[in-house]
């Protein structure tokens, strides 16, 4: 069983950034492949990013590449989401999800954490 906390959401101004963070409590945490969803209201959830198992390969959506950057510390069992350049149509809840063979359909990832809401004011 996965445990994943997210933090780090929070109401920034159009052109600034923050770093989500997302915690596992597993001891098994290099095992699965992590990954970014978001949800904006009344919009499906979406695919961000994902990460594979070593950290050495990610995958972004189109609307975030070259602003968001997916990471990972197996070490601290966390994954983390740099976001940068953010504008008001980045603003949802933020989920990070594991998976222990997975790709970019949400549908395809076990574990979820609770989701921290990100709000970009333009």
């Known amino acids: 069983q996965v445990q994943l906390v997210e933090s780090g959401g929070g109401l920034v101004q159009a052109g600034g950034s923050l770093r989500l963070s997302c915690a596992s409590s597993?001891?098994?945490?290099?095992?699965?492949?992590m990954a970014w969803f978001r949800q904006a209201p009344g919009k499906e959830r979406e695919f961000v990013a994902t990460?594979?198992?070593?950290?050495?390969?990610?995958l972004y959506a189109d609307s975030v590449k070259g602003r968001f950057t997916i990471s990972r510390d197996n070490a601290q069992n966390t994954v983390y989401l740099e976001m940068n350049s953010l504008k008001a149509e980045d603003t949802a809840v933020y989920y990070c999800?594991?998976?222990?063979?997975?790709?970019?359909?949400?549908?395809?990832?076990?574990?979820w954490g609770q989701g921290t809401q990100v709000t970009v004011s333009s």
């Open positions: 999800a594991a998976d222990p063979v997975a790709g970019i359909s949400p549908y395809e990832y076990d574990y």
């Open positions: 597993g001891r098994t945490f290099s095992s699965y492949v």
């Open positions: 990460i594979n198992r070593s950290g050495g390969s990610t």
